[in-house]
């Protein structure tokens, strides 16, 4: 049975002057905090995702247009931290969990049916990002279990394996990733041959693979780190250029070793000397040096490759894509999905 279709209202963020485009807010009303964001060409529109808590999954076949909400069985309340779409019926998402909560599922036909393509009965697992490099070829990646963060592959789109434990990297006591928005472990370079993935706890780091996961070289990087909530909740990059972003979700307001940038493929970081309001759980690259992050406090464009930030809106989001033609599309608490438009910075 199809599942019912859910009309989204568009509204102003906020009075903008005429000449700039004005930002707009599709929300639905669920009850769920949106994390995952994605989307997909087929038939010259775009196909979006988004997927949340409370076992929500929501489709747009038309560019947000119209919306479904989409049904896994037995799924009603798992987490879903990410997505990633292909054309017009290919999706995977996952679901977040110790205890056999971390899931990976996939669907062939725009969500009608889905299957489970992993689990696992460790106790201790828990999936925290899903990267595509296509349809078919993806990674994933765990907490550690043992010392050692379990990465999974998949090269046919059906079936999942972890990869072997002496080629996974290690990891320090208590360290982790952080699942907010799906974009601690990301693809990079000409043909996403580079994974890298980011961690908070002990230390805030940026592992590195150029061989498909074979071997990893780890760098310790200045964001802000010490506890369990501190640490780099994503990465993103263009070029041979990363920026992270991050903080301590449970002291927001800290703005302090927040955001951070390399120019050289990971190897060494930068602090921005201008950081974002507060802690952001996302950033997406926007443009010729043009980076936007956001977080629970708003929004915060650069526009010099993250040396300094600036404010953008003050709405809270947990996720943030980058739809082309400079459109951005930014998901949050409440079910609310925004499409963010060229506007002017906030004084």
Same mark, same amino acid.
């Given at each position: 049975?199809?599942?019912?279709?859910?009309?989204?209202?568009?509204?102003?963020?906020?009075?903008?002057?005429? =000449?700039?485009?004005?930002?707009?807010?599709?929300?639905?009303?669920?009850?769920?905090?949106?994390?995952?964001?994605?989307?997909?060409?087929?038939?010259?529109?775009?196909?979006?995702?988004?997927?949340?808590?409370?076992?929500?999954?929501?489709?747009?076949?038309?560019?947000?247009?119209?919306?479904?909400?989409?049904?896994?069985?037995?799924?009603?309340?798992?987490?879903?931290?990410?997505?990633?779409?292909?054309?017009?019926?290919?999706?995977?998402?996952?679901?977040?969990?110790?205890?056999?909560?971390?899931?990976?599922?996939?669907?062939?036909?725009?969500? =009608?049916?889905?299957?489970?393509?992993?689990?696992?009965?460790?106790?201790?697992?828990?999936?925290?990002?899903?990267?595509?490099?296509?349809? $078919?070829?993806?990674?994933?990646?765990?907490?550690?279990?043992?010392? $050692?963060?379990?990465?999974?592959?998949?090269?046919?789109?059906?079936?999942?394996?972890?990869?072997?434990?002496?080629?996974?990297?290690?990891?320090?006591?208590?360290?982790?990733?952080?699942?907010?928005?799906?974009?601690?472990?990301?693809?990079?370079?000409?043909?996403?041959?580079?994974?890298?993935?980011?961690?908070?706890?002990?230390? &805030?780091?940026?592992?590195?693979?150029?061989?498909?996961?074979?071997?990893?070289?780890?760098?310790?990087?200045?964001?802000?780190?010490?506890?369990?909530?501190?640490?780099?909740?994503?990465?993103?990059?263009?070029?041979?250029?990363?920026?992270?972003?991050?903080?301590?979700?449970?002291?927001?307001? &800290?703005?302090?070793?927040?955001? &951070?940038?390399?120019?050289?493929?990971?190897?060494?970081?930068?602090?921005?000397?201008?950081?974002?309001?507060?802690?952001?759980?996302?950033?997406?690259?926007?443009?010729?040096?043009?980076?936007?992050?956001?977080?629970?406090?708003?929004?915060?464009?650069?526009?010099?490759?993250?040396?300094?930030? &600036?404010?953008?809106?003050?709405?809270?989001?947990?996720?943030?894509?980058?739809?082309?033609?400079?459109?951005?599309?930014?998901?949050?608490?409440?079910?609310?999905?925004?499409?963010?438009?060229?506007?002017?910075?906030?004084?």
């Amino acid at each position: 049975m199809r599942a019912p279709t859910i009309t989204l209202f568009l509204f102003s963020l906020f009075a903008i002057p005429p =000449q700039a485009q004005t930002p707009q807010v599709l929300t639905s009303g669920i009850d769920t905090s949106l994390r995952g964001l994605s989307a997909s060409s087929a038939n010259n529109t775009q196909i979006l995702y988004a997927t949340g808590n409370n076992g929500v999954i929501l489709r747009s076949p038309d560019a947000g247009k119209s919306w479904t909400r989409l049904h896994i069985d037995n799924a009603d309340t798992a987490d879903f931290r990410g997505v990633q779409s292909f054309g017009a019926n290919i999706a995977y998402v996952f679901s977040v969990g110790t205890d056999n909560k971390s899931h990976i599922y996939k669907t062939s036909d725009a969500g =009608q049916t889905w299957s489970t393509q992993y689990s696992d009965p460790r106790p201790a697992f828990f999936l925290d990002g899903l990267a595509c490099r296509d349809e $078919k070829t993806c990674f994933a990646i765990s907490d550690p279990i043992d010392g $050692k963060f379990p990465i999974l592959h998949t090269e046919d789109g059906e079936h999942w394996t972890e990869l072997p434990k002496d080629t996974e990297p290690s990891a320090l006591p208590t360290e982790g990733l952080f699942a907010a928005s799906n974009s601690s472990l990301i693809l990079c370079g000409p043909n996403h041959n580079d994974i890298f993935f980011a961690t908070g706890g002990p230390a &805030a780091r940026v592992f590195h693979s150029h061989d498909n996961a074979r071997s990893w070289t780890v760098v310790t990087t200045p964001i802000l780190s010490g506890n369990a909530s501190s640490g780099i909740f994503s990465i993103a990059c263009h070029g041979r250029t990363l920026v992270a972003v991050g903080g301590d979700y449970q002291n927001p307001a &800290a703005t302090k070793s927040i955001a &951070a940038y390399s120019t050289d493929m990971g190897a060494t970081w930068h602090l921005s000397d201008q950081s974002p309001a507060s802690f952001r759980s996302a950033v997406t690259y926007a443009g010729p040096n043009t980076w936007i992050a956001v977080g629970t406090t708003g929004a915060d464009i650069s526009t010099d490759n993250a040396a300094h930030w &600036a404010p953008l809106t003050h709405e809270n989001a947990n996720a943030i894509l980058a739809l082309g033609s400079h459109q951005f599309l930014t998901a949050g608490p409440k079910g609310t999905i925004t499409k963010l438009l060229p506007f002017k910075v906030l004084p």
